[in-house]
Antibody, heavy 117, light 107 residues
Framework: QVQLQESGPGLVKPSETLSLICSVS????????WSWIRQSPGRGLEWIGD???????NYNPSLKSRVTISVDTSSHQFSLRLNSVTAADTAVYYC???????????WGQGLLVTVSS | DIQMTQSPSTLSASLGDRVTITCRAS??????LAWYQQKPGRAPKLLIY???SLQSGVPSRFSGSGSGTEFTLTISSLQPDDFASYYC?????????FGQGTKLEIK
């Protein structure tokens, strides 16, 4: 059974960089895309971007200028960096596995990240 | 971006009721549509993919249908565990987008 777990700081200051890691267990990272998705009351569910096991990425154009997603298959992890954060980036951040670049079949439990000074 | 619009936003129903939630896309999808269930404090759970295929382990009272720009999720007989929020998601094109959600409440 594939399991994903987000980790990182729950509080980030405005203008700083949000950095999260997703640890994957119970299955291989090979031949899958791995996504970051966030959810807030104002924006609902928003797909941030994904990374293939090879390292190729796709980003939501609305966030592309501020986002970097990378993968380390040897450590069974992938990561999210979102820079120049504002209060609008406050959300629950989920990592998820994409089935064949389609839908999300496994999700992490989610991590609330608050942007505040 | 493909915009996904769900209706209704809130639905009140009773145990045993048959309920339908609608999702409309701003452009034609090649049946690349999924449905998720989410309970408070939990991650979304995949119910339906490819518009009508039931994910393994999901009860058969859940079904999906539709094509083009209009899709529906039907629960044939509501059970206590079904009161939750439901979201559609298109994966026809990047960026993937979700509907705003439908909250299913007990009447």
């Amino acid at each position: 059974q594939v399991q994903l777990q987000e980790s990182g700081p729950g509080l980030v200051k405005p203008s700083e960089t949000l950095s999260l890691i997703c640890s994957v267990s119970g299955g291989s990272m090979s031949f899958y895309y791995w996504s970051w998705i966030r959810q807030s009351p104002g924006r609902g569910l928003e797909w941030i971007g994904d990374v293939y096991h090879s390292g190729s990425t796709n980003y939501n154009p609305s966030l592309k200028s501020r986002v970097t997603i990378s993968v380390d298959t040897s450590s069974h992890q992938f990561s999210l960096r979102l820079n120049s954060v504002t209060a609008a980036d406050t959300a629950v951040y989920y990592c998820a596995r994409e089935w064949q670049q389609y839908y999300f079949d496994y999700w992490g439990q989610g991590l609330l990240v608050t942007v505040s000074s | 971006d493909i915009q996904m619009t769900q209706s209704p936003s809130t639905l009140s129903a009773s145990l045993g009721d048959r309920v339908t939630i609608t999702c409309r896309a701003s452009q034609t999808l090649n049946s690349f549509l999924a449905w998720y269930q989410q309970k408070p404090g939990r991650a979304p759970k995949l119910l339906i993919y490819q518009a009508s295929s039931l994910q393994s382990g999901v009860p058969s009272r859940f079904s999906g249908s539709g094509s083009g720009t209009e899709f529906t999720l039907t629960i044939s007989s509501l059970q206590p565990d079904d009161f939750a929020s439901y979201y559609c998601q298109q994966y026809d094109d990047y960026p993937y987008t979700f509907g705003q959600g439908t909250k299913l409440e007990i009447k």
